[in-house]
Structure formats: structure tokens, C-alpha cells
């Protein structure tokens, strides 16, 4: 069965059990009282009887006890552990002590307790221990614990605090304390990326694009309203250090990093910067490269992308089979080439995102699509966004000359309708002995921002790409739920029948039945 379903195997120890129970009445009924047995048989027949009937209850209570079953009759199943939390339990293979501080008067705490003890009869090698620290201080002072609600997560001498009553968050925390090295990801800053301070829900480019994220939006170079906060909030949750990182000033990639995340750079990189991220894959580094409509990237990190065998196409991916609301260049994926990123992703969209094409990859390195479109999908060139003007490019008049971008001359447009790969997974080595790298190139960065981030599996397929990058992915993915404001999404149907519902319908029925009084009454 499903998560929440009826496990009707779990049934079969307290049905044997009252199976056990009934043979027991039905063969106290049917025993005869007195018998023709005298002396020694008699005391015999007597003794057997009582330790058979002492035999199987035993032995119904031990099965039973043994094989302890929960059963969960509430239609939400509140009081049921979640799968994902359930299966790092069962991953379990040295032992983990939750101490969970709670107030008994509280239904909320409560609910907690009994699920992690749900938890703890999982596995023998998670000891589940709820408090209150009302009756209990002494041991709330010991712990140094002066909240509710909150459990300490303790293994190999390595301790956490969580403060929730949610299973998921509790998971994760078991996850985080057997985690035997630090995971820091750096967010590439310098080039106008999302930045992983920005908060706010809502980042669309009003009046300069049509409040658009797609093709129009790549030519701004300032994004100060955007950001990917939601996603680093995300990240931390999962035991994630998150830290700021600009190469221009620090010179090379440093090597506490685990991985690199690149969200939607709008301006060229110095030719040192694309040197530095070279470098820092080479010695065996990792990467997450989102690169969106508009931007450019300059030789050296062009030459760095074909050794990941892909090559950025200037151009904007246009679905109309599979897209995302009312607009064709929000492409939605809904199916996923076999990859450990997408095993458990479901759909995806990304509104206004470039095609990349692949190239022969430098010898030692492999790489694997992950996203790719329709197959009635099409694209069409956009421009690019404004370059930045390296050293070396001021004319001898002093006049700066920015880099020429090719752009093809408008002729009659004839779609080319094929799939197009969107995303791709490379790791290998980019030099003979090195460390191996992990690098992940998606042609969008809009997707991961807060606007659409918690929507769909966006943040699934962000989240799975980053465990697969700092080299989790055989570990169970806990997902947490990203807060989002309620909103109400509609298709342009759905609004032209609303428009005529209440704008239109609504006031001609009013006017017709006042028309309809004055008639009856003049």
C-alpha cells in the first residue's frame, strides 16, 4: 500500500494473537472439569493443561511484542511517521538517541511524541526518549534544553538541536548528526546571480519586461529584486552551510567548498574567474551552473563548458505541448532521462530557458541529459544581454568596442520541431590522476528562484541535484515543505469564464430582473 494506506500484512500478528486467545477460551470450555484420572495422572493432566495454556499466552505476547504493529484509523493519518522519515530510520545502522522535550498539555507535542515513538520501534538502533521538562528539569538542565518542542539528535559523540515537532525535520536531524563531514555551499556572487539574501516571495521585472520571466526579462542586467533565498533556506534546513563567494576578489575557489552553485549570472566572467572555476573542477570540485537566457560566457568559459561536452545556444526553448499555464515558453518537463538527480522527480517547468547542445567532451569526463522538451518543441534566436568590457578591449581612440554576438538576420522562420536537451550531468576528471568532479548545467535559473521554487518539483529537482553533487544521492531524500503564499493559478479559460461569469453575467442578470420588476409593476 501507499504511504498512508492500510498495511493489512502488519495485521497478521494481533489477528494470530487473537486467534491464540479464542483457543485458549474455546479449550477452557471444552476441558472437562473432573476426569477418571486419579493420583499422579491426575496432578499430571492438571500441570500440562495449566502450562500449555501459560505456553501459547506467552508465546502471543512475545510474537506480538516482537512484531509490534500501528495502526492509524484518523483519515490524515496524523499519526503516522512519513515514508521518508520512516525510511532513514530503517537506513539506521549505528545507534542514534532522540531525546524529545515536550509539554504533555499540548496536543501538538504530543502528536510528536507518539509518532517518534512510532519511529523508535522501527529499529532497535534508534532509542526514542520523550520529556517534559516540567516533570522532568533535572533532565532538561542536563541536556541545557529551556524550550519546548525541541529534540536533541546524539550519535557518535555528535550532537544536534532541532527545534520541531515535524518528523520530516526530526529525519533530517538524524541525517545531519551521522553526517561525518561539513557540506558548504558556496553562491557564486559578482555577475548580478540571485543572491542567497533576497527573501522576498514575489521577484518578477515589473515594467521593464511585461512582468515576464522569459525572454524579454534576459536582457536586465540588474536583478537586485530577485533572489534565491527560499533555496538556501532550503539547504540549510537539510544541515547545508551557505555561504557568499566572489571570485573576482578572491582568486581562486576555496577548497572548504563543496560545491559551487552559479544562479543565473547576468554579466560576462573575467577571463581569471572562468580560470579559477577550471581549477577548482580539475582538483576534484563540484558545480551547479545555472546559466539563463542572456548570458555570455567568455572564451575561457566556453572552452570549460565544451571540455563538459555542452555547448549554451543563444536561443529560447518554445513548447507548445508541454508548457506551464497559458505561455509556451514556460517549458514543464514531465518526463526525465534515467539519472540519480530525477529518479524521484516529477514535473518541472522553466519559464524562458536556452537549449544546450552537446559536444564531444574532454577523454575521462562523460555526461547525461537530465531535462529535455517535447518533442514538438522548437526554439527561436534571442539577443543577448549587455557583455562586460574586459581589459584589452579599448580601441586605440579610447572608444570601448564590446564583443560582436553574432545574430542572424531576420529571415522566414522555420521552426525546427525536435526535442532539446535543457539540462545535462557531467562528472570525470579534467586531468589525468585528479580528484573526480561533479558538475550539473541547466539553462534556466529563474526556476530556482523564490518565485517558482517551492512549485511543482522545482525544488525537488534542485535539492536532488545538489545531494547527487556533494555525493548523498544514496541516502534518502527528506523532503520539507517550503512556506509559499496562497495563490490562485488559472488558465486563460479559466479566466475568460470568470470574466464573463461576474463582469458580464452577473450584471446583465441583475439588470434583467430589475427590468422584469418595473414590467410586472408599471
Known amino acids: 500500500m501507499g504511504e498512508h494506506g492500510l498495511q493489512l500484512d502488519a495485521l497478521l500478528w494481533p489477528a494470530g494473537w487473537l486467534i491464540a486467545v479464542f483457543v485458549l477460551f474455546v479449550s477452557g470450555l471444552r476441558l472437562p472439569l473432573e476426569t477418571r484420572l486419579s493420583g499422579l495422572r491426575a496432578w499430571l493432566y492438571a500441570a500440562s493443561c495449566v502450562f500449555a495454556g501459560l505456553g501459547v499466552w506467552v508465546l502471543a505476547n512475545v510474537a506480538l511484542t516482537l512484531?509490534?504493529?500501528?495502526i492509524d484509523l484518523t483519515r490524515e493519518k496524523v499519526y503516522t511517521p512519513s515514508a521518508d522519515a520512516m525510511a532513514v530510520v530503517d537506513e539506521l545502522r549505528q545507534p542514534v538517541r532522540v531525546t524529545f522535550f515536550y509539554r504533555s498539555e499540548d496536543p501538538i507535542g504530543r502528536r510528536a511524541a507518539d509518532i517518534l515513538k512510532v519511529m523508535g520501534r522501527r529499529n532497535p538502533l534508534l532509542t526514542v526518549l520523550n520529556v517534559d521538562p516540567d516533570k522532568q528539569p533535572e533532565l532538561a538542565r542536563r541536556e541545557g534544553v529551556r524550550l519546548y518542542n525541541a529534540a536533541v539528535v546524539e550519535a557518535a559523540g555528535r550532537r544536534v538541536l532541532i527545534q520541531s515537532t515535524s518528523e520530516a525535520e526530526i529525519a533530517i536531524g538524524i541525517q545531519r548528526v551521522l553526517r561525518e563531514r561539513a557540506i558548504t555551499v558556496c553562491f557564486l556572487e559578482g555577475h548580478g546571480e540571485f543572491a542567497m539574501d533576497g527573501f522576498e516571495f514575489h521577484t518578477h521585472l515589473e515594467g521593464l519586461s511585461n512582468h515576464s520571466?522569459?525572454?524579454?526579462?534576459?536582457?536586465?542586467v540588474e536583478t537586485a529584486g530577485h533572489?534565491?533565498?527560499?533555496?538556501?533556506?532550503?539547504?540549510?534546513?537539510?544541515?547545508?552551510?551557505a555561504r557568499k563567494l566572489v571570485l573576482a576578489t578572491s582568486g581562486a575557489v576555496p577548497a572548504d567548498c563543496t560545491l559551487l552553485i552559479a544562479a543565473n549570472?547576468?554579466?560576462?566572467?573575467?577571463?581569471?574567474?572562468?580560470?579559477?572555476?577550471r581549477a577548482y573542477l580539475a582538483s576534484g570540485g563540484n558545480a551547479l551552473l545555472l546559466f539563463d537566457l542572456g548570458f555570455v560566457p567568455e572564451p575561457g568559459l566556453a572552452g570549460l563548458l565544451s571540455e563538459l561536452g555542452v555547448r549554451l545556444e543563444q536561443q529560447v526553448v518554445v513548447d507548445p505541448l508541454s508548457h506551464y499555464q497559458v505561455d509556451p515558453e514556460m517549458v514543464a518537463v514531465t518526463g526525465y532521462d534515467p539519472h540519480p538527480i530525477t529518479n524521484t522527480v516529477s514535473l518541472t517547468f522553466f519559464p524562458g530557458i536556452r537549449p544546450l547542445a552537446l559536444t564531444a567532451p574532454a577523454p575521462g569526463v562523460s555526461v547525461k541529459p537530465i531535462l529535455q522538451s517535447s518533442r514538438d518543441s522548437y526554439t527561436r534566436p534571442v539577443k543577448p544581454a549587455g557583455t562586460r568590457i574586459i581589459e584589452g578591449s579599448v580601441s586605440e581612440a579610447g572608444s570601448a568596442a564590446e564583443e560582436a554576438i553574432p545574430i542572424a538576420a531576420p529571415v522566414d522562420f522555420v521552426a525546427d520541431v525536435r526535442p532539446r536537451v535543457l539540462g545535462i550531468a557531467a562528472e570525470g576528471t579534467l586531468l589525468p590522476g585528479a580528484a573526480p568532479f561533479r558538475v550539473v548545467v541547466i539553462g534556466d535559473g529563474d526556476f530556482a528562484s523564490n518565485s517558482f521554487l517551492p512549485y511543482m518539483a522545482n525544488s525537488d529537482l534542485l535539492l536532488s541535484a545538489v545531494r547527487w553533487l556533494a555525493r548523498e544521492e544514496r541516502g534518502t531524500a527528506v523532503r520539507t515543505r517550503i512556506p509559499v503564499p496562497p495563490m490562485i493559478l488559472l488558465t486563460a479559460a479559466q479566466s475568460r469564464a470568470i470574466f464573463g461569469l461576474i463582469v458580464i453575467l452577473l450584471p446583465l442578470t441583475v439588470v434583467g430582473i430589475g427590468?422584469?420588476?418595473?414590467?410586472?409593476r408599471r
Not at 512484531?67 to 500501528?70: A, K
Not at 520571466?213 to 536586465?220: M, P
Open 515 to 520: 427590468g422584469i420588476v418595473w414590467w410586472r
Open 227 to 241: 533572489g534565491v533565498g527560499r533555496l538556501r533556506r532550503a539547504l540549510e534546513a537539510q544541515g547545508y552551510v
Open 67 to 70: 512484531n509490534d504493529t500501528h
Open 265 to 277: 549570472p547576468r554579466t560576462t566572467f573575467l577571463p581569471a574567474e572562468s580560470a579559477a572555476l
Open 213 to 220: 520571466h522569459g525572454e524579454a526579462s534576459s536582457h536586465v
